[in-house]
């Protein structure tokens, strides 16, 4: 099994930045890739940044080039960190762990609303 745990969620205004972290406990070794997404108020979920094992990431267009992922092996910890937010970036944002297209595993949820 595996815990993860977001944080860094928050109110900000538009053009402002905040990092998100999900920190993962259990059985880390089972981990493959892990992902950021959001869900904002009557859309869909959304996938917005993975990184894997080997480092690769992507990135939905809406964040290319204002969004960066990244992780710290020795914190068992995802990073999102999120630049020049828009009105739009507003969900809850959720990381998930386990293999692309096969996530087992699921935080919380932070929210995180922009205002313009």
């Known amino acids: 099994q595996v815990h993860l745990e977001e944080s860094g969620g928050g109110l900000v205004q538009a053009g402002g930045s905040l990092r998100l972290s999900c920190e993962a406990s259990g059985s880390i070794f089972s981990i493959n890739a892990v992902g950021w997404y959001r869900q904002a108020p009557g859309k869909q979920h959304e996938l917005v940044a993975v990184?894997?094992?080997?480092?690769?990431?992507k990135y939905t267009d809406s964040v290319k080039g204002r969004f960066t992922i990244s992780r710290d092996n020795a914190k068992n910890t995802v990073y999102l960190q999120m630049n020049s937010l828009k009105s739009e970036d507003t969900a809850v944002y959720y990381c998930a762990a386990g293999s692309l297209g096969s996530w087992d595993y699921w935080g919380q949820g932070t929210q995180v609303t922009v205002s313009s």
């Open positions: 990184i894997t094992s080997g480092n690769s990431t």
